[in-house]
């Protein structure tokens, strides 16, 4: 890479402040509900054992919004949650019906507002 | 015969940044370049005791703006037409001492929604727009909150949303990622790192977490030469420690989030591009607002073509419905290439959000994808990258302390 001829310095003007206490932007509590959202379509083993109800601060959003976007990326619309522990026998449509309904969810997205 | 800058072009990029209004972080540019239509300086709205509160310099880096000012439908509403309601009102951006107020509650504390950065607090944004093409004209695409404005960048469209709803009931027009991929594209949507995740495609989330990647993959991509046809970013929401203990700080300049790590990203996304010599040839980058965050501007919003959904009074909150036949207000946008013009100002020509997925659709898919009336009829700005190429010793670098 040629070294620039143009170059804009731009010095920081005052000390880093991190703030992992500070309380959460309404933008980021909005996220945190869609995340939770979306994180209901999971098997509840996949779950954040936070009640999303009580994450106040960045920090603990932070690691909210890790958990549950490392898990989607991960498990990728696998591990919806299961209607069945059990394999459930052939040609019931009962069963068939309750998975299609899932599947339709996730792949058209329709969920609560 | 098309533009070079044009022929030559491979990979679009936005960034899109969060909450802040044209004249808060580029009217003092007017001062030194009389085309940008900024701040003469005298502009004001009335204190909650009559008197005229006039902008000032004083926009700093943070410990303002603590009560984060109204930026959803009714505040919004409150701000461009200073309180006035029902048919036949006219918009006047009025109303934004008023609504400051009602949340700071405190007159001296509600001045700050008038206050602006003075360029030199804004080396980054300041050089980019006197450097290459500052848009005079580009507003958020309705008059509210990240969410339905980030969505009119994505889908063009909020299928109806006024708020922050991310569940699009009855999604008939695809993503800009999903046409992209489906054409045999490549797209993708950079977000900062997993703990500050993305903003608003959530449903692409859950069913294409291919498309996204970390900014630091960007930044790699930049380096070897592998950027997608398509690049979204988004900033860091939230402070927290990184991979490593280290410390990350927002970078969205979200009030209250440091400005400055604002400023930081920002050049940190354009050196990546620039620091790749095919790359920065090949490459548009826009640097954009989602929404004006509640902070003063003096451009009254225009109307604009419907996209066929209309939001009910329940859901603007305002006792009025709304066609989506107003765009929101006006808001900071930058388009970065070799190809512009050095000090382009983008004047008589309306833009909003919609323009993003509709110039991605038009360049590479060549106008072959369903989207609304109100997107396929809005502004392109490829048309910008007009000139020849730049020569390296007129482009800026930046070198950025920590």
Redesign the interface.
């Given at each position: 890479?040629?070294k620039?001829?143009?170059?804009?310095?731009?010095?920081?003007?005052?000390a880093?402040?991190?703030?992992?206490d500070?309380p959460?932007?309404?933008?980021?509590r909005?996220?945190l509900m869609?995340?939770s959202?979306?994180q209901r379509?999971l098997d509840k083993k996949h779950h954040h054992p936070a009640d999303v109800y009580s994450i106040k601060t960045?920090?603990q959003?932070?690691?909210f919004?890790?958990h549950?976007?490392?898990k989607?990326?991960s498990l990728?619309?696998k591990a919806a949650k299961p209607t069945r522990k059990a394999k459930p026998p052939k040609a019931k449509p009962r069963k068939s019906k309750s998975t299609t309904k899932s599947s339709r969810f996730?792949?058209?997205?329709?969920?609560?507002? | 015969m098309p533009p070079v800058g044009i022929d030559n072009l491979k990979h679009i990029v936005v960034l899109m940044m969060e909450n802040r209004s044209f004249d808060h972080m580029l009217g003092a540019l007017k001062k030194d370049d009389r085309r940008i239509d900024g701040l003469n300086g005298n502009e004001s709205n009335p204190g909650v005791d009559g008197n005229p509160v006039t902008v000032q310099a004083k926009a700093d880096y943070r410990d303002q703006l603590v009560h984060d000012p109204d930026h959803h439908f009714p505040g919004t509403d409150l701000q461009i037409f200073g309180g006035q309601t029902g048919a036949g009102r006219v918009a006047n951006m009025q109303g934004f001492v008023k609504s400051y107020y009602t949340q700071a509650k405190d007159a001296n504390l509600a001045k700050e929604i008038m206050y602006y950065f003075t360029p030199e607090k804004l080396p980054v944004l300041t050089t980019l727009a006197q450097e290459f093409a500052v848009f005079n004209r580009w507003f958020s695409s309705i008059p509210g909150p990240t969410i339905c404005n980030r969505a009119f960048a994505h889908y063009g469209t909020s299928f109806g949303q006024v708020g922050m709803n991310v569940f699009y009931i009855g999604k008939n027009i695809d993503s800009i990622y999903g046409r992209m991929i489906q054409a045999g594209k490549t797209a993708k949507i950079y977000y900062y790192d997993q703990q500050s995740s993305t903003m608003e495609i959530v449903n692409l989330l859950q069913h294409q977490p291919e498309v996204f990647g970390a900014f630091s993959q960007f930044v790699t991509d930049c380096k070897i030469g592998k950027l997608p046809d398509y690049s979204f970013i988004e900033p860091a929401y939230n402070d927290h420690t990184g991979p490593g203990g280290g410390e990350i700080l927002a970078s969205d300049q979200h009030p209250t989030h440091d400005v400055y790590e604002g400023e930081r990203f920002i050049s940190m996304v354009y050196n990546a591009i620039r620091g790749n010599d095919a790359l920065w040839s090949t490459t548009a980058l826009l640097v954009v607002y989602d929404e004006h965050g509640g902070l003063y501007d003096h451009v009254i919003p225009p109307a604009c073509t419907g996209d066929g959904f209309t939001a009910q009074p329940g859901d603007t909150g305002t006792a009025m419905p709304f066609a989506f036949d107003r765009l929101g207000v006006r808001v900071p946008a930058i388009l970065i290439s070799p190809y512009v013009p050095k000090g382009t100002v983008v004047d008589g020509r309306i833009f909003e959000h919609a323009c993003i997925p509709n110039t991605i659709t038009d360049f590479f898919l060549n106008g072959d994808a369903k989207r609304t009336g109100r997107e396929a009829k809005s502004e392109t700005f490829l048309d910008l990258l007009s000139g020849p190429m730049r020569t390296d010793d007129d482009i800026p670098w930046f070198e950025i302390g920590n």
């Open positions: 890479m040629a620039h001829v143009y170059v804009v310095k731009v010095q920081r003007p005052h880093k402040r991190f703030e992992p500070r959460i932007t309404d933008l980021v909005n996220q869609h995340l959202l979306a379509q960045d920090a959003a932070a690691e919004i890790r549950v976007t490392a989607l990326h990728k619309g996730m792949q058209k997205g329709k969920g609560r507002s | -």
